[in-house]
T-cell receptor, first 113, second 116 residues
Framework: AQSVAQPEDQVNVAEGNPLTVKCTYS??????LFWYVQYPNRGLQFLLK??????LVKGSYGFEAEFNKSQTSFHLKKPSALVSDSALYFC???????????FGAGTTVTVRA | EPEVTQTPSHQVTQMGQEVILRCVPI?????FYWYRQILGQKVEFLVS????????KSEIFDDQFSVERPDGSNFTLKIRSTKLEDSAMYFC??????????????FGSGTRLTVV
């Protein structure tokens, strides 16, 4: 069975500081990893994904994530956080022969001015 | 950017009633999905649909649930006899392939279902 863990329920940072949201995964086989963001009363918006190739993936709104196979991690990062980055962030995983995404519990990010 | 549209945004229904949640996926997408998120919990997979049939379903998707693509554009989730524990945000999603293309899966804004 595939699963995702987001160890932090909340992350608080000051605007302009680096932002990291942690994600670890467990799968049988090669993982396909995704990050989504959810703003209040909105749907899940795609940020980035890792399928294969370069371990550092760049996505929307200045976010990036690094796939680390040995640590089974896919942490989301942004060098300089904005107040507008305050939202709920979800990490998700699937494997090749499976259509479904398995989501983590989500991390609420609050960026203070 | 193309969007997945879900209606209604909120629905309140009495326990035991049937509800139909509607979704309009992106027009050239071939794979369709329903997920749900009970308040405060993680997003859970319900069902995937391809080529006019269910390709995969979770243990949550029991006989009370059904999906349909009635007219080539809409994708619906029906709950035959709602229970209190069906109260959740229901998300529809679609993908052009198995979700491995440039944008992965595109999700709608969700329908918040409240069963009273």
């Amino acid at each position: 069975a595939q699963s995702v863990a987001q160890p932090e329920d909340q992350v608080n940072v000051a605007e302009g500081n680096p932002l990291t949201v942690k994600c670890t995964y467990s799968v049988s086989g090669n993982p396909y990893l995704f990050w989504y963001v959810q703003y209040p009363n909105r749907g899940l918006q795609f940020l980035l994904k890792y399928i294969t190739g370069d371990n550092l993936v760049k996505g929307s709104y200045g976010f990036e994530a690094e796939f680390n196979k040995s640590q089974t991690s896919f942490h989301l990062k942004k060098p300089s956080a904005l107040v507008s980055d305050s939202a709920l962030y979800f990490c998700a995983v699937r494997v090749f022969n499976d259509y479904k995404l398995s989501f983590g519990a989500g991390t609420t990010v609050t960026v203070r001015a | 950017e193309p969007e997945v549209t879900q209606t209604p945004s909120h629905q309140v229904t009495q326990m035991g009633q049937e509800v139909i949640l509607r979704c309009v996926p992106i027009s050239n997408h071939l794979y369709f999905y329903w997920y749900r998120q009970i308040l405060g919990q993680k997003v859970e997979f319900l069902v995937s649909f391809y080529n006019n049939e269910i390709s995969e379903k979770s243990e949550i998707f029991d006989d009370q649930f059904s999906v349909e693509r009635p007219d080539g554009s809409n994708f619906t989730l029906k709950i035959r006899s709602t229970k209190l524990e069906d109260s959740a945000m229901y998300f529809c999603a679609s993908s052009g392939d198995r979700g491995l293309n440039l944008y992965g899966y595109t999700f709608g804004s969700g329908t918040r279902l409240t069963v009273v």
